[in-house]
C-alpha cells in the first residue's frame, strides 16, 4: 500500500531533504513538522522485520547555537548526512494514514505508521516516551535522551 510521508522534527537542526526507500520525502525546520507528501510503500499486511531506509541532511549548525550563527554568518551552513535503516513497528493496514517520521536529538528517529497524532494515547510513542512527544513539536535537547518517562507516567497514573 502507498502511504503519504508526514515529518516531525523534535531536534534542533534543521532537516533540508529527508529520503525514505530513496524517494525524496520533503524537508522540516527545527521543531517543525506535520505536511506530507507522497508516498511510500508498505506492505498491506504488516510482517515482522518490515524496515525502511532513511538519509537526512541536516545542518551541522543548530538554531540556538550562536557561536556557529556567527562563524557562517552570510555563508552556507555545513551539512551532515545520516543513513538508518529502520524497522517499522507493527500496524493495521485500515489503520494507517500515514508514515509518521520523528526525528529526534542526537541523530535518532523512530517510525510509526497510523493514524493517529502523538498527543492520542494510543499511539505507539507512549510506549516509550510516556507523553514526552505528545507535549507538542519543539526540540527536545536537554530532554533527551528520555530515562523513566514511562515510569513517571505510570506511576503519576
Known amino acids: 500500500m502507498n502511504v503519504p510521508v508526514a515529518s516531525y522534527n523534535f531536534s534542533d537542526h534543521t532537516?533540508?531533504?529527508?529520503?525514505v526507500n530513496k524517494a525524496w520525502v520533503g524537508s522540516v525546520i527545527q521543531g517543525g513538522g506535520g505536511?506530507?507528501?507522497c508516498c511510500v510503500s508498505l506492505p498491506y499486511r504488516y510482517a515482522p522485520g518490515t524496515k525502511i531506509t532513511l538519509d537526512w541532511d541536516r545542518y551541522d549548525c543548530t538554531i540556538s547555537n550562536n557561536e556557529c550563527l556567527a562563524k557562517y554568518k552570510g555563508r552556507q551552513w555545513p551539512i551532515k548526512r545520516i543513513h538508518k535503516v529502520v524497522e517499522v513497528p507493527p500496524y493495521q493496514a485500515k489503520d494507517v494514514a500515514e508514515l509518521q517520521l520523528a526525528l529526534l536529538p542526537n541523530d535518532e528517529i523512530r517510525v510509526y505508521a497510523g493514524g493517529?497524532?502523538?498527543s492520542h494515547l494510543q499511539h505507539p510513542a507512549w510506549k516509550e516516551f510516556g507523553d514526552l512527544l505528545a507535549r507538542g513539536l519543539r526540540p527536545l535537547e536537554g530532554e533527551?535522551?528520555?530515562q523513566n518517562t514511562r515510569l513517571k507516567l505510570e506511576a503519576s497514573q
Open 15 to 19: 532537516v533540508s531533504d529527508i529520503w
Open 35 to 37: 505536511g506530507s507528501t
Open 116 to 118: 493517529v497524532y502523538f
Open 144 to 146: 533527551w535522551p528520555v
